[in-house]
């Protein structure tokens, strides 16, 4: 079977493939990046409804200056979309709902802004998988 495989949207280099709690996500290696397709953070959250809410506080913010990411499914330019409850979070999410970019870190930091706690299954295989520890 052919299998297709995604460029990063920041360093342009192949995507890995990994699998998290049955769900396969792409990481990029070399920056750091998780591509998320769409229904992803739902299943993987094990919270639908929540995650739901949580993508639904995201706002699409034109004003920022950080450089337009394309979508490595159709290409197109990405909305810069904030949390309502922390501007400083930036992620970028295809205008076709293909799915959702972070860049290094900022799936932990979006976990961290809606008071993630020890049960959040996210965070544990983000953890394992990456072995993210706290920078504190």
Same mark, same amino acid.
């Given at each position: 079977?052919?299998?297709?495989? %995604?460029?990063?949207?920041?360093?342009?280099?192949?995507?890995?493939?990994?699998?998290?709690?049955?769900? #396969?996500?792409?990481?990029?290696?070399?920056?750091?990046?998780?591509?998320?397709? !769409?229904?992803e +953070?739902?299943?993987?959250?094990?919270?639908g *409804?929540? !995650?739901?809410?949580? +993508?639904?506080?995201?706002?699409?913010?034109?004003? *920022?200056?950080?450089?337009?990411?394309?979508?490595?499914?159709?290409? #197109?330019? %990405?909305?810069?979309a !904030?949390?309502?409850?922390?501007?400083?979070l930036?992620?970028?999410?295809?205008?076709?709902?293909?799915? %959702?970019?972070?860049?290094?870190?900022? +799936?932990?930091?979006?976990?961290?802004t809606?008071?993630?706690?020890?049960?959040?299954?996210?965070q544990?295989? +983000?953890? #394992?998988?990456?072995?993210?520890?706290?920078?504190?």
């Open positions: 079977p052919l299998e297709f495989f %995604m460029n990063c949207p920041v360093c342009n280099n192949a995507m890995i493939t990994l699998e998290l709690a049955g769900v #396969e996500i792409d990481y990029s290696p070399d920056c750091g990046g998780i591509w998320l397709d !769409a229904g +953070l739902e299943v993987l959250s094990g919270d *409804q929540r !995650a739901k809410n949580i +993508l639904a506080s995201f706002k699409t913010d034109a004003a *920022q200056k950080e450089k337009p990411r394309r979508c490595p499914i159709c290409l #197109e330019t %990405m909305d810069k !904030a949390a309502s409850q922390s501007h400083s930036l992620i970028d999410k295809c205008r076709k709902n293909h799915g %959702m970019w972070f860049d290094k870190g900022e +799936l932990k930091a979006l976990l961290s809606f008071h993630s706690d020890d049960k959040n299954n996210i544990k295989l +983000l953890t #394992e998988i990456f072995n993210l520890q706290d920078e504190s």
